[in-house]
């Protein structure tokens, strides 16, 4: 299934200064029954969200509605434990199309990729500057340009690069999961396929 095209996003952020987020704390294990992707988003920190009577805690940020976006900022070592593929399809069903972090677990941010999430790795100084912008005025904006593969804050105009795999790049842009892909490059892989086939 093709995923939705990335090239640049400016949003205002949500921010979870929690280091060592797992991915039993961003989806609980009990959720991972179904095998589609639809509803992830609801249980999206799920037993941070609502106690044990199912009701909203107020003080998580996701209950405030002081803060919306398409940006997640998170603290360092984020995504860590588990494999589960379902934390990264939590976080997009909830709205989110970019996490930042000063890190991330490699499977995590693979696992993002590949559903349509850009994990954004920073530094830890830049990422303190985020927070402390978005502390001072929750309608703080960061702007991700994927293409130069730079983020910038805009209250400041202070940017900085991030690493990205040239091939997960490549998908983002244009929208391609790994069939769609391999789908794209048909003619390439039919014109080899043919000149092996002279060359033998």
């Given at each position: 299934m093709?995923?939705?095209?990335?090239t640049?996003?400016?949003?205002?952020c949500v921010?979870l200064?929690v280091?060592?987020?797992?991915?039993?704390?961003?989806?609980?294990a009990?959720?991972?029954k179904a095998?589609?992707?639809?509803?992830?988003?609801?249980?999206?920190?799920?037993?941070?969200?609502?106690?044990?009577?199912?009701?909203?805690?107020?003080?998580f940020?996701?209950?405030?509605?002081?803060?919306?976006?398409?940006?997640?900022?998170?603290?360092k070592?984020?995504?860590?434990?588990?494999?589960?593929?379902?934390?990264?399809?939590?976080?997009?069903?909830?709205?989110?199309k970019?996490?930042?972090?000063?890190?991330?677990?490699?499977?995590?941010k693979?696992?993002?990729?590949n559903?349509g999430?850009?994990?954004?790795?920073?530094?830890a100084?830049f990422?303190?500057?985020?927070?402390?912008?978005?502390e001072?005025d929750?309608k703080a904006?960061?702007?991700?340009?994927?293409?130069?593969q730079?983020i910038?804050?805009?209250?400041?105009?202070?940017?900085?690069?991030?690493?990205?795999?040239?091939?997960?790049?490549t998908?983002?842009?244009?929208?391609y999961?790994?069939i769609?892909?391999?789908?794209?490059?048909?003619e390439?892989?039919e014109?080899?396929?043919?000149?092996?086939k002279?060359?033998?």
């Amino acid at each position: 299934m093709a995923i939705q095209k990335f090239t640049t996003l400016r949003s205002t952020c949500v921010p979870l200064p929690v280091e060592n987020v797992d991915t039993d704390q961003i989806i609980p294990a009990r959720f991972l029954k179904a095998t589609s992707k639809e509803g992830f988003g609801d249980n999206l920190f799920r037993d941070w969200r609502y106690d044990k009577q199912n009701k909203p805690i107020a003080e998580f940020v996701l209950n405030n509605s002081n803060y919306s976006g398409s940006v997640l900022v998170a603290g360092k070592n984020f995504g860590s434990g588990s494999s589960r593929e379902h934390a990264a399809w939590a976080i997009a069903g909830f709205g989110f199309k970019v996490v930042i972090s000063s890190f991330f677990a490699d499977i995590f941010k693979n696992n993002a990729l590949n559903n349509g999430l850009l994990p954004v790795q920073v530094s830890a100084e830049f990422l303190q500057k985020i927070f402390d912008s978005i502390e001072k005025d929750n309608k703080a904006e960061v702007e991700v340009n994927l293409e130069e593969q730079k983020i910038t804050l805009i209250s400041t105009g202070e940017t900085e690069s991030f690493d990205i795999n040239n091939y997960k790049k490549t998908c983002l842009l244009n929208g391609y999961d790994d069939i769609d892909f391999l789908l794209s490059n048909k003619e390439k892989i039919e014109q080899f396929e043919a000149n092996r086939k002279l060359a033998l």
